[in-house]
């Protein structure tokens, strides 16, 4: 089953490791703020979701515990690590060039590149 | 049936994942987020079933999302291998016929293959036992007769002096000799002699002590001695006084200076036991010309190869060549360089990779024939491989299930082919003849292990992809019929490879039996049957006057006269139809009255020296004159005897008895007592040469070197005969050793390398035979059991069963007429590889290939009949109701 939104390879991780960025979430938490802040312009199929979040933690990227959701039952909170926080300066810093290359490309030298 | 793979498939993922222990966790966390879901999707106003589900398919497929999660895992990969094995190894259990079968094919033709190697690999491939092997040259001079490379010490010195494309050159004497070493426990031994730059230039050091000093190769300097490690070890057990010590070779003392290395060879293929400086004068060799001759070996420097060599070292030969060898004999030398192994091996070379070709192609049979199985296996399994794509199970993992299994089975293949290969080697070596370099000492060391593991993983690739690239995808559920066609293709074509190959390892198999049996059954113009041969090794310190042994000889001659059943007993230097003989030139000898032939022309003629029963012991009719006689040993005149072929060339058209002739320009004249029939004296598969023999008196001078061979005719088996030849010598001298052996088995040792190309190449096209049949066979069984429903319509339709029988069979006679042709052609476009092998048969005789053909032909029909004649038999009513 293919995500619903096609996501550039390694989109998805960005936008994992900058929904964690203020603090500690639940995997629901989290598809539901990225569908939320991209006004639902994203919807991140919960198929490729968990496996990332499964992938990040193995890299060292995210840690997990368990912990009380908002409703009190236990849920599974994904934190960033050190590393993590590293990495996604590393991935904005990409995202970013890449973003402004592709705008040039696309000839709209806009403010993206700002 | 789906039901049960379904819970099978459920099984199988348990048990995959049953180690896991963050399994209850991941369930957990999904079942909090599909309950985050329900609730969001109540909030929005709808019912609880409804939110469920709505939130559900939202979420996609729960099952694929968590195993995708468990791909996540780090060694998720290795964690499905071993799953794999475990499948791989049930569906086995399951199918132990077809397993079976799969690993027999494996075993034969990775056995056989790794046999071959095992015996080609020191021949071909292997790197030889000395340092910079590959730079290593044999250098010298050849002649009409003696093919290997020698040199003559006046060359020697020239070319060293003023060679460049060498960093290294040096000698070994001409062969191994035999020596006696002298003391309380004496032993005969091989000699050798080497100069002092020799042992270096092969990049070899004693294991003890040290090589000789350059002031030891000199006539005058201390005599000194490097003893083989074998030695060291048996005769001195491993004793480190050894070194300085004096030891008595050949009645004078030696000082022991070091101890070889283990297995040492000389690049002559031969191990002495003791090795002893050259020692030669170079002053005394480059004011005579030509010089003591010996074996010259030379290390190319870096970056030039030998036709470079070649080319720098002409202008060198040709200037040496014209200052020392006699202006009528220069034609007949040449400049021969060799790498050591075209030294060592050029000979057999060819045959190594005809062999290695053959079962090339019998490996090469087997792996098609798993390949066609694997895919049978594959078609039969397919709705559980449609299950698994349509469960989840991507292409890729069902490759990699498929190719889990070819490895598993190439492996058991392998290791199954390797006892085989054992046992192969032992019948190689048993049936092996002399001729083939390191046979006996072939054996599976790790190096072979290493290229049977690449061997069977190679295999296991092809008959591991060629099926697995077939994996259905989910569609095949529905659409099957298509695919059955599609794959029907490879595997016939897979069939017709096989009848192809087969069929030109058979008719190589058929040209080199023909041969074999030429060469068998060709006459030899002598009788070997009750003939015995014993070579007498007279201990030279003991025996050392040619009056002492001659004493020896005509004592034992006497004593062997006396036994009962005897009929004549002779002594010869040689006995035909092969091995060494001595021989000179046919311009050497002159009629008197007869202009001197040209020097060196007219090729070379063969020489023996023999007492007067050699015509009689081995039954060689003299057709003119006669033989000598018992008076002639003993009398002043000097007689000899001409085969009728160099009686026809050196007197075409007149009576050659009584004329004079005359070896050498001043040797003396001897008179012509008779002709003798030819006798096959060159080998079995050579020319004949045209021979002479000459009398061997009883005067002390003929009986020097080369010791003298004993032939006795008996009426006895020789069995019998073999132990009274031996209690006669003893009786003369109990510590003389005796070797005895029909003639009979020297002739047949002679034929041993071609009945060992005919019995191993007969064995391959016999396993490949076997192994097409079976492919084919399978083939047609298995279309003719996809096709049971369309017979049924067939035959309901009015087909006889004849029809039936006509249709089935049809498809197995276009497969093999196909293979058949393209074997054919196949076979007659490399039999001309066979050619040097051959005796007497000519590469594309038709007769071998039509045998061949029909062979084939009625093997393969009748692989084809049998699943015809049961496709012949099925009951129509029986057949519509199937499925």
């Known amino acids: 089953m293919p995500p619903s939104t ?31 802040v991209s006004e639902d312009v994203l919807q991140i199929g919960q198929g490729s979701l968990y496996p990332a979040l499964h992938r990040l933690e193995y890299k060292g990227w995210i840690e997990s515990d368990w912990g009380s959701s908002e409703n009190n039952r236990r849920a599974k909170f994904y934190a960033l690590t050190a590393t993590g926080r590293k990495q996604l300066e590393t991935e904005l810093e990409t995202w970013e060039r890449l973003s402004a290359a592709i705008a040039l490309v696309l000839g709209r030298n806009a403010e993206a590149s700002a | 049936m789906r039901k049960e793979w379904l819970s099978r498939l459920r099984f199988f993922f348990l048990l995959a994942f049953e180690k896991n222990k963050r399994q209850g966790e991941l369930d957990e966390e999904l079942q909090f987020h599909l309950e985050q879901a329900t609730l969001a999707n109540r909030a929005a106003g709808m019912t609880q079933s409804e939110a469920h589900r709505q939130a559900l398919v939202e979420f996609g497929g729960v099952e694929r999302a968590r195993e995708q999660c468990y791909e996540q895992r780090p060694g998720w990969r ?108 004496p032993a005969q031994l091989n000699c050798i002699q080497a100069q002092a730059g020799f042992l270096p230039l092969l990049g070899i050091s004693p294991v003890l002590g ?35 010590r004096l030891i008595d070779v050949d009645g004078s003392p030696a000082r022991v200076i070091g101890v070889l290395p283990k297995g040492f060879e000389l690049p002559t293929l031969q191990a002495p036991d003791v090795m002893m400086p050259l020692a030669i004068d170079e002053g ?22 030998i036709a470079q060599a070649r080319a720098e070292m002409e202008p060198l030969f040709n200037h040496t060549r014209d200052t020392m060898i006699p202006a009528p004999l220069r034609k007949d030398f040449h400049l021969s360089i060799r790498s050591l192994r075209d030294r060592e091996t050029q000979d057999v070379q060819w045959t190594a990779w005809i062999l290695l070709g053959s079962v090339l192609a019998v490996l090469l049979i087997a792996c098609a024939n798993v390949a066609s199985l694997m895919m049978a296996r594959g078609e039969v399994r397919e709705r559980e491989l449609a299950v698994r794509a349509a469960l989840g199970a991507s292409r890729g993992r ?61 295999c296991g690739a092809v008959f591991g992809l060629l099926p697995a690239l077939q994996t259905p995808r989910a569609a095949a559920l529905a659409a099957r019929a298509t695919r059955f066609r599609n794959r029907a293709v490879l595997r016939r074509s897979l069939v017709v490879g096989q009848i192809a190959i087969s069929m030109v390892l058979l008719s190589g198999a058929a040209l080199l039996l023909r041969s074999f049996q030429n060469m068998e059954e060709q006459s030899l113009g002598m009788q070997t049957q009750g003939v015995l041969t014993a070579r007498i090794a007279l201990p030279g310190f003991r025996y050392d006057t040619g009056q002492k042994r001659m004493e020896f000889y005509l004592r034992a001659e006497a004593a062997l006269r006396r036994l009962p059943g005897i009929r004549a007993v002779s002594f010869t230097d040689s006995v035909p139809p092969g091995g060494w003989n001595s021989g000179f030139r046919f311009s050497e000898l002159t009629a008197s009255g007869k202009p001197r032939p040209v020097p060196g022309s007219g090729g070379s003629v063969a020489s023996r020296v023999v007492t007067p029963d050699y015509f009689r012991a081995l039954n060689i009719p003299i057709v003119r004159g006669r033989g000598f006689t018992e008076e002639d040993r003993n009398g002043g005149d000097s007689f000899v005897v001409l085969s009728r072929l160099l009686a026809a060339r050196m007197f075409p058209g007149e009576d050659p008895v009584g004329k004079r002739i005359q070896k050498g320009q001043d040797g003396p004249w001897s008179t012509v007592a008779g002709v003798a029939e030819n006798v096959k004296n060159n080998g079995l598969t050579e020319q004949d040469e045209p021979e002479i023999y000459f009398l061997r008196r009883s005067a002390a001078e003929d009986w020097g070197m080369p010791a003298p061979v004993m032939i006795v005719d008996a009426v006895l088996p020789p069995k019998t005969v073999a132990p009274w030849v031996r209690s006669a010598i003893a009786g003369i001298d109990p510590t003389v050793p005796v070797e005895t052996e029909t003639l009979a088995q020297s002739v047949s040792k002679l034929a041993g390398r071609s009945r060992f190309e005919t019995a191993l190449l007969g064995f391959f096209a016999f396993c490949g035979l076997l192994m097409a049949v079976i492919g084919l066979y399978g083939v047609i069984a298995f279309m003719a059991a996809q096709r049971t429903q369309e017979i049924g319509v067939r035959m309901a339709l009015g087909a006889t069963r004849l029809d039936i029988l006509r249709l089935i069979a ?35 005789d038709p007769m071998l290939y039509a045998a061949a053909t029909l062979l084939l032909a009625v093997v393969a029909l009748a692989a084809t009949l049998i699943p015809a004649r049961a496709a012949m038999r099925v009951e129509p009513v029986v057949a519509l109701r199937e499925e």
């Not at chain 2, 190769?217 to 004793?239: E, F, K, T």
């Not at chain 2, 476009?829 to 590469?843: D, E, F, P, R």
């Open chain 2, 810 to 844: 049809g498809e197995g006679v276009r497969l093999i007429v196909l293979g058949g042709v393209l074997g054919l052609a196949a076979a007659l476009g490399t039999a001309q590889l066979l050619k040097s092998l051959l005796y007497n048969v000519g590469s594309h």
């Open chain 2, 78 to 185: 290795l964690g499905t291998v071993a799953q794999d094995v475990r499948y791989a190894l049930r569906g086995f259990r399951r199918n132990p016929v077809f397993t079976i079968t799969v690993i027999a094919t494996l075993a034969v033709g990775i056995g056989a293959t790794t046999a071959v190697f095992s015996v080609v690999d020191r021949i071909l491939f292997r790197s030889l036992p000395y340092a910079h092997d590959d730079r290593i040259v044999s250098l010298g001079l050849v002649q009409s007769l003696e093919k290997q490379e020698f040199t003559l010490g006046g060359f020697f010195y020239e070319w060293r002096d003023n060679q460049k494309p060498f960093e290294a050159i040096a000698s070994q004497g001409t062969m191994l000799h035999a020596c006696d070493l002298v003391e309380a426990n």
């Open chain 1, 6 to 36: 096609d996501l550039l390879q390694g989109t998805l991780d960005l936008l994992i490791l900058q929904t964690l960025e203020p603090g500690p979430m639940h995997g629901w938490g989290v598809a539901q703020r990225i569908q939320q």
């Open chain 2, 210 to 244: 040290r090589n000789f000093l350059p002031e030891e190769d000199r006539p005058s300097g201390p005599r000194v001695a490097l003893i083989s490690y074998g030695l060291w070890q048996d005769h001195y057990n491993r004793d480190a006084g050894i070194l300085n």
């Open chain 2, 284 to 305: 005394i060799e480059r004011r005579s010309s030509p010089g003591h001759p010996m074996r010259t070996f030379a290390r190319l420097r870096p970056g030039v190869n």
């Open chain 2, 398 to 458: 069902l490759i990699q299930q498929t190719l889990t299994e070819a490895a598993l089975l190439s492996i058991a293949g392998a290791a199954a082919g390797m006892v085989l290969a054992d046992g192969l080697l032992r019948a190689f070596v048993a049936i092996g003849p002399t001729g083939i370099p390191f046979l006996k000492r072939a054996g599976l060391d790790s190096r072979i292990a290493l290229f049977t593991a690449l061997l069977s993983g190679l």
